[in-house]
């Protein structure tokens, strides 16, 4: 189950999968982590916080080696960790009919979640930290103090690294309950260290903020996974929460104080974002089979089992895999495009974006939104929109000579089309190219802005709007 989870080709169907390739390609080439954008041409040069760089490695490394097999090999080796570490918490500690249901749940609320993203690869972390803080609490003494290198990894790897401390406060809180002052003083002693594990961050203050700068940014209502949770997106989520309260209400379970404040602020959070679900339902499965089911001392599977793992990651790593076309992956779209073109400003669907980065062409925009800010997104979505006063501003402004929309900005591309400026050079299933007419721009020569190839621009250039020029990243 979840290898297949691991591997599916549905894991490649997002924009950012290929600018977070793009990222690692570029930090292991420039052997330095990005603190400007070096991608776009709208927002080439700002700042830019690479929060998940050593996720952004991985994915980048993996790419380099073995393509897209390596990485669903990547994405399957760390599913398969956070289920083997969930199961093997549980095994002894609830029944086997719990533990069945508790990872059949589990698997149903993540699998839209199972993408080539950084988040993926910090589920294991946030599982092993609820696993090694519960079964500290129940031996009655914080975890072993190398327990903290889970949270260098980890922020580092992801910006979900704050909810390491709600937990630890939240599991904490029910040690501390019932503890002697000895007791109390070592969790003290731990969180202490617990912050500053978390301090270890390659971007400084600027890496500890960026989270929460990113949450309060409004243009999140754009952007699909910070959209509230409903039953009609995500019904498998409302499921499993009946399913489970259920099961908790029949059982007569008392959850201790902390563990459910944890449980509820964690549900709270999916409730009013679908991105949060994953990270509810990997924090209820480590937390309430045990409570809710009665615990057993027979023998389950051998540890030795999780071995044969190996053998199916080493076969996907083998197996060439190549992503479904869609607008994750537009692939002939961008096959398509005149060579010409390349070199020059574009308008993009906002899908579109890590593509056009991964394949050396610099967009209009990307899934980096905070980069662009909020006011630049709200423009954005204004353009694609169909206001074509504000599409205008943007060619005048940006000197836009091509678009590359997909059909969900059918009304844009109409009244462009309609205007006797723009030509049509190819559309597919995916999206279409438009080409601004000869008679529309100003005829000139197009000069370099920098000498330099496209992932080597790691500073702005002199000129504000720079050429783009090929790309040196691997498009295997």
Known sequence: MPFGLGTARLIFRDGDVSWQVAAGQWI??????????????????RPWVTMEWLAQIVYGG???????????????AAVIALFAIIYFHLERRASLFAVALTLLMLAWVIAPFVLVRPHVLAWPLLAGWMVLLSQAADRGR??????????????????????????????????????????????????????LALMLNANGLAGLLQPFETSSLSMLPFIAEWHASTTNSTPEFFAVVIIGAGALLYSGVRVPIGRLILVLVLLGMAFLHVRHQSFFIIVAACVLPPLASRPTTSNRSPRWLLAGALPLLAWQASTPLLPAEGQGNPRRLIAAIPADLRNRPVLNDYSFGGPLILAGISPY????????????????????????????????????????????????????????????????????????EPSAVEVRAIQPACAVPFTNRVAKCADTKPTIAPAMISTR
């Open 28 to 45: 292991i080439q420039h052997r330095q982590i990005p603190t400007t954008d070096p991608f776009s041409y709208t927002a080439f040069g």
């Open 62 to 76: 993996a790419f380099n080696l073995d393509g897209y097999a390596g990485l669903a090999t990547v994405v399957a």
């Open 365 to 436: 925009i990307d899934g980096r939104a905070e980069i662009y800010g909020d006011a630049f997104v709200a423009d954005y979505f204004k353009i694609t929109g169909g206001d074509m006063r504000a599409f205008s501003d943007a060619v005048r402004r940006y000197d836009i000579q091509w678009t590359m929309l997909s059909h969900d900005q059918a009304r844009l591309i109409r009244s462009i089309e309609a205007s006797g400026e723009w030509r049509r050079v190819y559309a597919d299933e995916i999206g279409v190219i438009d080409v601004r």
């Open 142 to 195: 914080p975890p072993s103090v190398w327990a903290v290198l889970l949270l260098v990894v980890w922020t580092n790897l992801h910006a979900s690294f704050p909810l390491a401390l709600i937990i630890e406060a939240a599991i904490g809180l029910d040690a501390l309950i019932s503890a002697r002052w000895s007791t109390i003083r070592s969790w003290l002693a731990f969180g202490a260290l617990s912050v």
